[in-house]
């Protein structure tokens, strides 16, 4: 059963320092979304690329994140500096089409202190 | 832009019960998708059942349907014969059906099931 990867698990940085998060979407996946997960707002939808083109990043506070695509096998999320508000799970999920769904990875657990 | 709302925080059901979980969105769409996730504390996202909004027939998996009211714009999930490893949090989301790059989700904010033995 092909899955999403996500890398790493958790990750536990101090204020900061830079975070990068990386995700193996399923393969074949054209289409691959960056989520975040927080108490307080729930899930946003960062960012998403197709094709491993950008489509929406409008989620995505843009002095400190960056998403990228360096080939159709990965995809990165990049915090830099990192600061205690970004600490939340980070999902990456994939998907082929409307018709199908999102597959979502495990999620990275990132605490800023 | 879509929003999705999840009226009840919480609930709890006990063991081989039904319960049901609401779920109203507000889109001037007309062709959508609809889906309900379940996020057990693993919090591996898991996807319950989908509905096309041009199907008029309610979804089904296996103990999971749900009740689909387009005029209204809700969409709620009926777990029947609950069972313990139902326990999670179930979110609610909307897809537009635009084509092209349409396809992030809106979620609603979750409500936390707890199946009771």
């Known amino acids: 059963d092909a899955r999403v990867t996500q890398t790493p698990r958790h990750k536990v940085t101090e204020m900061g320092q830079e975070v990068t998060m990386r995700c193996q979407p399923i393969?074949?996946?054209?289409?691959v979304f960056w989520y975040r997960q927080t108490m307080m707002q729930g899930l946003e939808l960062l960012a998403y690329f197709r094709n491993r083109a950008p489509l929406d990043d409008s989620g995505m506070p843009k002095d400190r994140f960056s998403a990228e695509m360096p080939d159709a096998t990965l995809a990165t999320l990049k915090i830099q500096p990192s600061e205690p508000r970004d600490s939340a799970v980070y999902f990456c999920a994939s998907g082929l089409s409307p018709r199908d769904r999102e597959h979502f990875g495990p999620g990275t657990r990132l605490t800023v202190t | 832009a879509q929003t999705v709302t999840q009226s009840q925080p919480e609930m709890s059901v006990q063991e081989a019960e039904t319960v049901t979980l609401s779920c109203t969105y507000d889109t001037s769409e007309s062709n959508y998708y609809l889906f309900w996730y379940k996020q057990p504390p693993s919090r591996q996202m898991i996807l319950v059942i989908r509905q096309e909004a041009y199907k008029q027939q309610n979804a089904t998996e296996n103990r999971f349907s749900v009740n689909f009211q387009k005029a209204a714009k809700s969409f709620s999930l009926k777990i029947s014969d609950s069972q313990l490893g139902d326990t999670a949090m179930y979110f609610c989301?909307?897809?537009?059906?635009?084509?092209?790059?349409?396809?992030?989700?809106?979620f609603g904010k979750g409500t936390l099931l707890t199946v009771n033995p």
């Open positions: 989301a909307f897809m537009k059906d635009g084509g092209g790059s349409n396809y992030k989700l809106t």
């Open positions: 393969l074949g996946h054209n289409t």
